[in-house]
């Protein structure tokens, strides 16, 4: 038995904690708050909430709303040189993914040289060392689909070249993450839907992972048993906070699980898919191949025991096949309304499946390392062929 351990995140979990931020030891006097050009964080007072607590506490702040719902490097540029402007000593991330992702690329470059892409490894990515300790991040999350309000992990795209890379470092940790269920009663059914299988495939492919422990397990395991009990009732009923409670701890336990093993190819290829159709949510195009990815693993033979643990931590308590799984998320899928979803919704083509392979194996290709069985090329483009409808 063999592992790491390092997550140091301070988090702080519960219904009501946003209201308690201004208790916290926060790590500078003037924060440059991230959020998405969207209207929600505004819309639904969070911004406000959070604004006002900075002002209980003390800090000053200045606030950057560019981020798309997929972050690009060039607002992550332009949030550096925000920063910079302002004095800004520490970076809060608040919304979703994006945001917070943002927030941790941007306390990256606000005290760094160059271009982002000169640190980040995959792709055209120069994979040189980063010479200066970025900013301390602060998440605060208002969604549940991510995990990386405790993960090192922050994922952006390169327009010029539709790269989408994830990339971080023990220096990407936020400080502090605040995960308050209450901030997600207002996302709409269609991203609860995405963001909790979002987080049901950051536990699923952790726990498949070569790079998988008894630690990591754990977390993968737990998180994916609260999806397969509340996130159907999360749609149903987005103000069922109990629902809600479970599926951001899951949500949370999977940033956990990212920060202990790591994603697999599943993850390569969506992001091949949002890189070039911009407008793809995240966690739908990870519902999009999931089908045929799965039961491309189930019929590898190279995870039987692990397939057949997730199907019974999903629900389905009688699994004694690997295909039960995937028999278990067809389940799921449909209780959440979502078995429906095409490709062809989102604008992807059957010409582009070559394209998007390659370009999952050659910017994101560390994942494919992972991978319980080989998944080459022209395997991606047979999962994506089984996934197009």
Do not use: W
């Given at each position: 038995m063999k592992f790491d351990y390092f997550v140091p995140t301070k988090l702080v979990f519960g219904c009501g904690t946003l209201n308690s931020l201004h208790e916290q030891e926060l790590p500078g006097k003037k924060a440059l708050i991230v959020v998405t050009c969207g209207k929600s964080v505004k819309d639904n007072g969070y911004l406000d909430r959070l604004e006002e607590q900075l002002r209980m506490a003390g800090v000053e702040y200045a606030v950057f709303d560019k981020i798309l719902p997929n972050p690009v490097k060039r607002h992550v540029m332009e949030g550096a040189e925000c920063a910079r402007q302002n004095g800004c000593d520490f970076v809060i991330g608040l919304g979703g993914g994006s945001s917070i992702d943002a927030s941790k690329a941007i306390a990256i470059m606000a005290v760094n040289p160059g271009d982002y892409w000169d640190y980040v490894n995959g792709g055209s990515g120069k994979g040189m060392p980063i010479p200066n300790r970025p900013l301390p991040i602060v998440a605060i999350t208002t969604t549940a689909g991510t995990g990386t309000e405790t993960d090192p992990w922050t994922v952006n795209t390169k327009e010029e070249t539709n790269e989408k890379i994830g990339f971080g470092c023990d220096w990407t940790f936020p400080t502090l993450s605040v995960v308050d269920p209450e901030l997600m009663l207002s996302v709409?059914?269609?991203?609860?839907?995405?963001?909790?299988?979002?987080?049901?495939?950051?536990?699923?492919?952790?726990?498949?992972?070569?790079?998988?422990?008894?630690?990591?397990?754990?977390?993968?395991?737990?998180?994916?048993?609260?999806?397969?009990?509340?996130?159907?009732?999360?749609?149903?009923?987005?103000?069922?906070?109990?629902?809600?409670?479970?599926?951001?701890?899951?949500?949370?336990?999977?940033?956990?699980?990212?920060?202990?093993?790591?994603?697999?190819?599943?993850?390569?290829?969506?992001?091949?898919?949002?890189?070039?159709?911009?407008?793809?949510?995240?966690?739908?195009?990870?519902?999009?191949?999931?089908?045929?990815?799965?039961?491309?693993?189930?019929?590898?033979?190279?995870?039987?025991?692990?397939?057949?643990?997730?199907?019974?931590?999903?629900?389905?308590?009688?699994?004694?096949?690997?295909?039960?799984?995937?028999?278990?998320?067809?389940?799921?899928?449909?209780?959440?309304?979502?078995?429906?979803?095409?490709?062809?919704?989102?604008?992807?083509?059957?010409?582009?499946?070559?394209?998007?392979?390659?370009?999952?194996?050659?910017?994101?290709?560390?994942l494919f390392e992972g991978d319980p069985c080989e998944i080459d090329e022209d395997a991606c483009v047979r999962i994506l062929q089984e996934s197009y409808r």
């Open positions: 709409p059914k269609k991203f609860t839907i995405y963001q909790g299988f979002d987080a049901l495939f950051h536990s699923t492919e952790c726990y498949l992972h070569k790079a998988a422990s008894v630690i990591s397990d754990m977390f993968c395991i737990k998180g994916i048993e609260l999806i397969g009990k509340s996130l159907a009732r999360a749609v149903e009923n987005g103000s069922d906070l109990e629902a809600r409670t479970d599926v951001a701890l899951a949500n949370t336990l999977a940033g956990f699980s990212q920060s202990l093993s790591c994603c697999i190819s599943e993850h390569s290829l969506e992001h091949a898919m949002s890189a070039y159709h911009h407008d793809l949510p995240h966690g739908a195009g990870l519902i999009l191949i999931c089908r045929a990815y799965y039961t491309y693993l189930v019929n590898s033979h190279s995870c039987d025991e692990k397939l057949v643990n997730m199907a019974k931590a999903l629900g389905k308590t009688d699994a004694k096949e690997p295909m039960d799984f995937v028999h278990a998320l067809e389940e799921l899928l449909k209780a959440c309304g979502a078995d429906d979803l095409k490709m062809s919704d989102f604008g992807i083509r059957e010409d582009e499946f070559r394209t998007l392979a390659k370009n999952a194996r050659d910017t994101m290709g560390g």
